[in-house]
């Protein structure tokens, strides 16, 4: 990895997404040793960069490609839609920028090996954008685990859902986008038992549903097993009223982390229930954008590797392709390799 010592970072956005104006952009602008100095957008829709970048005190580029040639940038966000993650992360770092990609990184491992190649290539720093990890509230689900409050852990139940609009044009319900709910919220509700269990399973089932008309799925029920008896239990859709939610069964109780996919400023919420009683815990609001950021920073200045690793992010890419396999198979069961593939 490349020190860039304690030089300023600037940043380039490629997409200028509704929530990359509101969220991403104020949070590089407010971290200390951090700039946002450009935003791109297709040239059919130069006016949306133009715009944003006017609001954000950015350039506007005509098109990505332009943007990862600037020579004032050393950092670059993807906020694209899930399938051009792989190719402009790999065309950035060969260009020798830092990248920051939104979730999924990859949809296949395959996509995640090329990264990992590219990034070794070029010795710069690359990270998937699972910007929930970053709130505080995860870190105190861990600690209550680490201390054994609940006993061992069984069981992760994991529920993301939100209903998008029928017939919005949303990339989410576009399969040559890389749309389904898979890869938009359920990639947030299959990372949970990964990061608790810290491996991936052994065998994951899953069945989908698709709205009538959708070429894609748009709900998802699925289990993992990770051996032991350990197992997780996902929902998750863009069909269905709102619900961002995980819970932590232990032997001796359980965690609830009922606010999990918490927006920028919004109090994490954790209840946790024992032989002893129920107890909640109210977690402060914090930005999770802007400590995401923060994080990157530190990891391209060398002081340490980036909270979410590329062994994360492939392990990821791996159960979720192969939730996708199970759900094409009629909900049978998927065997993965043996975890020491993933380095
Ligand atoms: N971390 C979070 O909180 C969060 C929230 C929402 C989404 N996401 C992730 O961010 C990514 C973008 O999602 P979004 O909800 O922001 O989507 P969106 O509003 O549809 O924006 C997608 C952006 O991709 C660019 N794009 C390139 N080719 C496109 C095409 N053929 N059709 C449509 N847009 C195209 C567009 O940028 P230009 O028009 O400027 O070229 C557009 O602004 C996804 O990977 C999603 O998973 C993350």
Known sequence: MMSTGRKTLRWGVLGATSYIGTHLMPAISQTAGCELVAVASRPERFSRAAEVGRIHGATAHPDYGSLIDDPRIDVVYIALPNSDHVDWTVRALEKGKHVLVEKPMAMVEEGCVRIEEA??????TVMEAFMYRFHPQQRRAAELLRAGVIGELRVVRACFAFAIEEGSGNIRLEPSLGGGATWDVGCYAVD????????????????????????????AVATMDFGDGRRAVLDYSIDYGPRAWYELQGTRGTITVRNAWAMAEENGEITVLTADGVREETISAANHYRLQVASFAQAVRGDGPPHVTL?????????????????????????????????
Do not use: I, Y
């Not at 392990?315 to 380095?343: I, N, P």
């Open 311 to 343: 062994a994360d992010s492939r392990r990821t890419a791996r159960v979720g392709a192969a939730l996708v396999r199970s759900a094409a198979a009629g909900g049978a069961g998927v065997s993965l390799d043996d975890e020491t593939a993933v380095r």
């Open 119 to 124: 990034a070794r290539k070029s010795s710069r």
């Open 192 to 219: 949970v038992p990964l990061l608790f269990f810290g491996r991936a399973p052994r065998q994951v089932n899953a069945h989908f549903s698709c709205r009538p008309g959708a070429e894609v799925e748009t709900s």
